[in-house]
């Protein structure tokens, strides 16, 4: 009596995670395929494509002005240097600082704290593009020196949980080896899926970029960056730049979730009492790697930090209403889709709907598992317009009610040691990680409060000012609104918490594959 009634709580607890996902996710791609099928007449304002009047893939070449084989190939020159941070340079700093033992791990931990909180991508890219626009400097390098640092943080922070042992570990055998290989692998498919729906850099590149501009299919380096030429653009090619995203994307993500499916991968909460022995040896790594992780840290963020405390000005703007757009509409859809993810998580973890496969659920999600708000985006923006939505402070909400990598993590946690002793305490602070680090994503974003904005702008955030009078500037102090994308408060408050996470909890987490616990 007792399994049925657990099997249904799953459902029930599921539900929540199936309607958003229907909604959120589902629903725009549909859309999105099925806008494709239409004729041009039946899109309102829209003249024919010369070689066709309808919308088929054999008309990409013309909307594109680059083959998408090619596109798609600068997408991944993009994400070369990402890739060389996370399964190179990343697992070599975190296995140090495992080998230190736990003093080498905290004081690693300390130091990606930084780039994780100074996350702010249109600050850090538009302050290297004033740095180097005298020089005409590559896109790529541009993109990748205001990365990289927050891509390490991400990557060693991980990885740490790969190579995370106890004395537990030690004793029965168990090895990094694995858990490290399937980290890479997520990891390698997460950087290609963020470099295809890259946005931010050529549109801010393109900004600052001094008259005459270069030739634009320079900056055409991926998939998303059509996205800022499709927004004027004729409605019926919009599909097609949404598709040419999400097909990729859609792919990485249902690779992604087999791979940690296949190796049944679950994360551990190691108890605090019993860290990890260091090696012997542990302690002369750390003077190679740590300085490799400092000089990454600072050259990433060395232009954008020495320009806080600057005031770019807002003129009649009020600071108080932008601060309030910037970060308050993404803090409701944070705690919503993490807490929708964090239940699902629950119910496949602990009370496996169907069995001992309920993880295998997961793939009804997965294909959505990269996918941000650039590649429904134009989906999301008709239904905003439905709505009534576009141009008002509900509007700058992200369209988003299920966060997938979440419910991913969720369960990957619920499906580990702590699910045998006490689930829900030892989830809050993630749970509480998860909604920060949804709201600072939302937060910085620069897409969906462009795309729902009216044309008298009365619904501002800090990066979207900053990035629509970035060519107005002769340099980025005198960008408006610039040092409202991360006032230094806020950024001093972030340090602190990141801190605070890393050490007093992330740490203590623990990336397993192969046989976990016996279902509660």
Do not use: C
Not at 75 to 90: I, K
Not at 235 to 244: A, D, E, G, I, R
Not at 420 to 446: E, K, M, N, Y
């Amino acid at each position: 009596m007792w399994t049925v009634s657990r099997k249904r709580l799953g459902w029930l607890l599921l539900a929540p995670a199936l309607v958003a996902l229907v909604w959120t996710y589902v629903i725009p791609t549909g859309t999105t395929i099925g806008n494709l099928t239409m004729r041009v007449d039946d899109f309102p304002y829209t003249e024919p494509d010369p070689p066709t009047d309808r919308l088929k893939l054999d008309n990409l070449d013309y909307t594109l002005h680059l083959s998408y084989s090619e596109n798609l190939g600068r997408a991944l020159l993009l994400a070369a240097t990402p890739l060389f941070l996370a399964l190179l340079v990343a697992p070599l700093l975190a296995f140090a600082a495992q080998a230190a033992g736990r003093g080498g791990r905290l004081l690693t931990r300390v130091l990606i704290s930084v780039p994780l909180a100074g996350y702010a991508p249109v600050a850090h890219l538009l302050a290297w593009a004033f740095v180097a626009t005298d020089r005409e400097p590559s896109l790529y390098l541009t993109a990748a020196a205001s990365s990289a640092g927050v891509v390490l943080a991400v990557a060693v922070t991980f990885y740490l949980a790969a190579f995370r042992e106890t004395e537990e570990d030690v004793a029965h055998r168990r090895r990094w080896h694995r858990p490290a290989y399937v980290v890479g692998g997520v990891l390698a498919l997460a950087v290609v899926a963020a470099a295809i729906q890259s946005f931010n850099a050529p549109f801010l590149v393109w900004a600052v970029t001094p008259v005459p501009p270069p030739d634009p299919e320079n900056l055409l380096i991926g998939p998303a960056s059509l996205l800022s030429g499709a927004v004027d653009a004729e409605p019926h090619n919009q599909p097609k730049v949404s598709l040419l995203v999400l097909l990729p994307v859609t792919t990485l993500g249902v690779l992604a979730t087999r791979l940690l499916l296949r190796f049944r991968t679950r994360i551990e909460f190691a108890p605090r009492s019993r860290p990890g022995p260091a090696r012997p040896d542990g302690w002369l790594a750390l003077p190679l790697t740590l300085p490799v992780l400092m000089a990454v840290v600072v050259a990433t963020g060395l232009p954008w930090v020495r320009t806080l405390g600057e005031d770019g000005g807002i003129g009649n703007l009020s600071a108080a209403e932008i601060l309030v757009n910037t970060w308050l509409p993404p803090l409701l859809s944070a705690v919503v889709s993490v807490l929708v993810a964090a239940v699902g998580g629950f119910a496949l973890g602990v009370l496996r709907p169907i069995g001992e496969r309920s993880p295998r659920l997961l793939l009804l999600f997965a294909p959505w598992l990269f996918v941000g708000v650039g590649p429904l985006v134009f989906a999301h923006r008709d239904r905003a317009e439905g709505a009534d939505q576009v141009g008002t402070w509900f509007g700058l909400v992200p369209p988003v009610w299920l966060s997938i990598p979440a419910l991913v993590v969720f369960t990957l946690f619920f499906s580990g040691r702590s699910a045998r002793t006490s689930p829900v305490r030892s989830a809050l602070p993630l749970v509480g990680i998860a909604v920060g680090v949804h709201w600072v994503l939302g937060a910085q974003d620069l897409l969906w409060p462009a795309m729902v904005g009216d044309a008298l702008a009365t619904q501002l955030t800090a990066p979207t000012l900053a990035a629509t009078t970035a060519a107005l500037g002769q340099k980025v102090e005198s960008v408006a609104g610039f040092d409202l994308i991360l006032p230094l408060p806020v950024l001093l408050v972030l340090v602190a918490v990141v801190v605070t996470a890393q050490v007093g909890y992330l740490d203590r987490l623990a990336i397993r594959t192969g046989n976990g616990p016996d279902p509660v």
